[in-house]
């Protein structure tokens, strides 16, 4: 069972964290979707948290981490803009390391909102 938190309404240049309460020794990683748009893929981490994989669209501003000892997943946003709308869900990926494909990932959570104001 996948629990998302953190999301909210920000303006535009601001930041949010989401965290994600997991289980398993699985990869994670963080989708969104955006209104009348398909899940896609924002970032993922491997279970040891030594490798990453982000999206283009938010290399340098996002960043993905874990506390396996807490078993949560966090999404650091920064420098949010507009175009960053969307539900946000965490994801369980199906090995040790898993990246952007949707195929990759076995169960997830419920998703949360982030709403980001120009």
């Known amino acids: 069972q996948l629990v998302e938190s953190g999301g909210g309404l920000v303006q535009a240049g601001g930041s949010l964290r989401l965290s994600c309460a997991a289980s398993?020794?699985?990869?994670m990683g963080w989708f969104r979707q955006a209104p009348g748009k398909e899940r896609v893929f924002v970032a993922s981490?491997?279970?040891?948290?030594?490798?990453?994989y982000y999206a283009d669209s938010v290399k340098g501003r996002f960043t993905i981490s874990r506390d396996n000892a807490n078993n949560t997943v966090y999404l650091q946003m920064n420098s949010l803009n507009p175009e960053d709308t969307a539900v946000y869900y965490c994801?369980?990926?199906?090995?040790?390391?898993?990246?952007?494909?949707?195929?990759?990932?076995?169960?997830w959570g419920q998703g949360t909102q982030v709403t980001v104001s120009s």
């Open positions: 994801a369980a990926g199906r090995g040790l390391l898993s990246g952007a494909g949707i195929h990759e990932y076995v169960s």
């Open positions: 981490v491997s279970w040891s948290g030594g490798s990453t």
């Open positions: 398993g020794r699985t990869a």
